[in-house]
């Protein structure tokens, strides 16, 4: 199983400010399959990013994606108000699927 | 519009059985993989099962191996989970969840979740 380890834990900064979170992979994750992914309280998750660096649909261009083999980031440069969340990252290139643990981005 | 709505959670006691259900809608759904994810409460995201769009490839997350059953009716555009000897540990929001195309598997669509709570 492919254990997935985000970095931090929680992030605390303030609106503008850029969020770069970290995920990092035991095993080596095509870059195809690796996808972000946002959740609120109360909601569904979100998709941002998939093949670690494709936005979705409708994703604004301050979400970017980078990163392979082991090492992915998810960038979020400028922080809007409603990006105040948990991030997850996802592996789907071998089963098991894996997510990891969460990153929470709080206001400062 | 896509839409997919989970149905059948419930209180089940410890060694129970519980059948969940996925109704899709707004896209061809015999076209699609399609996935069950989980989450406990104020825990994080779970992938639990995978199966094709032709049921021909289906996988499990080692946790639910032997007690899940994934499937689909593709004439219902429907999706189920079948969850025997259930455990306190596997109380959660399960949720059903399709890619973004046929092709690419990543999560773009999620239901609502339904509340599955394993207790005595």
């Known amino acids: 199983e492919i254990v997935l380890t985000q970095s931090p834990g929680t992030l605390s900064l303030s609106p503008g400010e850029r969020a770069t979170l970290s995920c990092r992979a035991s095993?080596?994750?095509?870059?195809?399959?690796l996808a972000w992914y946002q959740q609120k309280p109360g909601q569904a998750p979100r998709l941002l990013i998939y093949g670690a660096s494709s936005r979705a649909t409708g994703i604004p261009d301050r979400f970017s994606g980078s990163g392979s083999g082991t090492d992915f980031t998810l960038t979020i440069s400028r922080l809007e108000p409603e990006d105040f969340a948990v991030y997850y990252c996802q592996q789907y290139g071998r089963s098991p699927w894996t997510f990891g643990q969460g990153t929470k981005v709080d206001v400062k | 519009e896509v839409q997919l709505v989970e149905s059948g959670g419930g209180l089940v006691q410890p060694g129970g059985s519980l059948r969940l259900s996925c109704a899709a809608s707004?896209?061809?759904?015999?076209?699609?993989?399609m996935n069950w994810v989980r989450q406990a409460p104020g825990k994080g995201l779970e992938w639990v099962s995978y199966i094709s769009s032709s049921s021909s490839t289906i996988y499990y997350a080692d946790s639910v191996k032997g007690r899940f059953t994934i499937s689909r009716d593709n004439a219902k555009n429907s999706l189920y989970l079948q969850m025997n000897s259930l455990r306190d540990e596997d109380t959660a929001v399960y949720y059903c969840?399709?890619?973004?195309?046929?092709?690419?598997?990543?999560?773009?669509?999620w239901g609502q979740g339904t509340l599955v709570t394993v207790s005595s």
């Open positions: 095993q080596s994750v095509s870059s195809s399959y």
């Open positions: 969840a399709r890619g973004v195309t046929t092709l690419i598997v990543s999560l773009l669509h």
């Open positions: 707004g896209f061809t759904f015999s076209s699609y993989n």
